[in-house]
C-alpha cells in the first residue's frame, strides 16, 4: 500500500475493524477516534464507537456515542428505538420517553407498540406523566384493540391515576371510564381461556 491509501480514511476503517476482531478493541476505538477528528459525521466510525462500548457494557458511555450519533443522523429511527432501550436500563425513563417520541414521528410499522411503551415509560418517569401514558395506552388500543399489554396498560395507568394526590375532577371522571372500558375489554380477551376467573377477579 501507498502512504497516502494508508492514510485513507477507507483503509483506517477497514484496520479498526480487523482490530476489533482481533480484540484490540482500545486500538480499535483509538482509530476510529482519529477519523471522527478529520469528519465528526464519519457515520461507519460514530457505530463502531457506539458498538464496541456496548460490548463493554458502558451503558453511560454508549448512549453519549449514540446521541453522538444522532446529531449527525437524526433521522436513524432504528438508533433512536436502540438509544430509548439504553436510556430505560439506566433508569432515566424522561429521555427513553424523549426517545420514542422521535421513533413515533417517523416510523409506521409497530405503531401500537410503540404507543405501549412509551406510555410505560411516562407511567414509570413521574406520576405527573400520567395523563400522558394514558393517552398513549388509548392511542395504541384504537389502532389495535385487541392489545393485551395495552388493554392492561390502560386499566393500570388510568387507576393510577386516580390515586394520585388532588386528581382533576374532569380527568378522574375520565379515568374511571378507562378503567371499566379496559376492564370489559380484557373480559372478552379472556373469555373462554382459563385465565377468565383470574382475570375477572
Not at 24 to 44: I, Q, V
Not at 73 to 82: G, P, V
Request: proline share 1%.
Amino acid at each position: 500500500q501507498s502512504g497516502g491509501e494508508k492514510n485513507s480514511t477507507r483503509f483506517r476503517l477497514l484496520l479498526a475493524r480487523c482490530l476489533e476482531y482481533d480484540g484490540d478493541s482500545n486500538g480499535a476505538s483509538l482509530m476510529y477516534d482519529d477519523c471522527l477528528k478529520e469528519n465528526a459525521s464519519n457515520s461507519l466510525a460514530l457505530k463502531r464507537k457506539y458498538c464496541i462500548l456496548k460490548s463493554a457494557g458502558k451503558l453511560i458511555e454508549c448512549a453519549q456515542a449514540l446521541n453522538d450519533y444522532l446529531q449527525q443522523n437524526y433521522s436513524d429511527t432504528a438508533a433512536w428505538y436502540e438509544l430509548s432501550k439504553l436510556h430505560q436500563e439506566l433508569g432515566d425513563f424522561k429521555s427513553a420517553a424523549y426517545c420514542l417520541e422521535q421513533v413515533l414521528l417517523s416510523t409506521s410499522s409497530n405503531v401500537a407498540q410503540i404507543h405501549v411503551e412509551l406510555a410505560e415509560c411516562y407511567a414509570t418517569a413521574s406520576s405527573g406523566s400520567l395523563l400522558e401514558a394514558r393517552k398513549h395506552m388509548a392511542a395504541a388500543l384504537e389502532l389495535e384493540p385487541n392489545n393485551v399489554r395495552a388493554q392492561f396498560g390502560l386499566v393500570s395507568v388510568a387507576n393510577a391515576y386516580l390515586n394520585t394526590k388532588n386528581p382533576d375532577e374532569f380527568e378522574a371522571d375520565v379515568a374511571v371510564e378507562l378503567v371499566k372500558y379496559g376492564a370489559e375489554e380484557l373480559l372478552k380477551t379472556y373469555k373462554s381461556t382459563s385465565m377468565f376467573p383470574c382475570v375477572r377477579k
